[in-house]
T-cell receptor
Framework: DAGITQSPRHKVTETGTPVTLRCHQT?????MYWYRQDPGHGLRLIHY???????DKGEVSDGYSVSRSKTEDFLLTLESATSSQTSVYFC???????????FGPGTRLTVL | AQSVTQLDSHVSVSEGTPVLLRCNYS??????LFWYVQHPNKGLQLLLK??????LVKGINGFEAEFKKSETSFHLTKPSAHMSDAAEYFC????????????FGTGTSLTVIP
């Protein structure tokens, strides 16, 4: 699992509430990613980070923000959750350019 | 723009028979290509990767894939299916021009019939 943990693993929340998901890695990798997985869409990139305080948007970034204040933690925040953000969220790390990504166990988020 | 098309959303095979999961990609440059597997309620595990070395790539659990540039394909095969191969499989292309972002296919669900 390349030392990647995600918390919480499951969360149920209500529309309009803020939600923060945490990804933690133990091996000092530079690149970290947040994806969401929905049926029929595969995984889609939300945001990624290429270093501390260096982040960029992915394909489906609307409604999400991220922060990376230290190498090991990459946080994904839904400022005001909506039902369309019900999904499974995966964090990933990449060892270096051109290398494979390793994925965390996922967080299942349900927004009622 | 980079994209990946997995030609079959569902594949069903009998145990002991060959597996073929098809993937076509679109890329402006020489891509890196990957196959990942996801078992039910689990994370993604790398099966194999192509990064411009040998065009026939061998992966874990007896899987292999062949990169065919002329056909823009990267099909995944296994000679003999096992019950434990039942899972969702994702073909992925990595684009060096967009920070090596991963672009996922929509997945192929493999069912293995005993």
């Amino acid at each position: 699992d390349a030392g990647i943990t995600q918390s919480p693993r499951h969360k149920v929340t209500e529309t309009g509430t803020p939600v923060t998901l945490r990804c933690h890695q133990t091996e000092n990798h530079r690149y970290m990613y947040w994806y969401r997985q929905d049926p029929g869409h595969g995984l889609r990139l939300i945001h990624y980070s290429y270093g501390v305080k260096d982040t960029d948007k992915g394909e489906v970034s609307d409604g999400y923000s991220v922060s990376r204040s230290k190498t090991e933690d990459f946080l994904l925040t839904l400022e005001s959750a909506t039902s369309s953000q019900t999904s499974v969220y995966f964090c990933a790390i990449q060892l270096a350019s051109y290398n494979e990504q390793f994925f965390g166990p996922g967080t299942r988020l349900t927004v009622l | 723009a980079q994209s990946v098309t997995q030609l079959d959303s569902h594949v069903s095979v009998s145990e002991g028979t060959p597996v073929l999961l098809r993937c076509n990609y679109s890329s402006s440059y020489s891509p890196s290509l990957f196959w990942y597997v996801q078992h039910p309620n689990k994370g993604l595990q790398l099966l194999l990767k192509y990064t411009s070395a040998a065009t026939l790539v061998k992966g874990i659990n007896g899987f292999e894939a062949e990169f065919k540039k002329s056909e823009t394909s990267f099909h995944l095969t296994k000679p003999s299916a096992h019950m434990s191969d039942a899972a969702e499989y994702f073909c992925v292309v990595s684009d060096p021009n967009t920070g090596n972002q991963f672009y996922f296919g929509t997945g192929t669900s493999l069912t293995v019939i005993p």
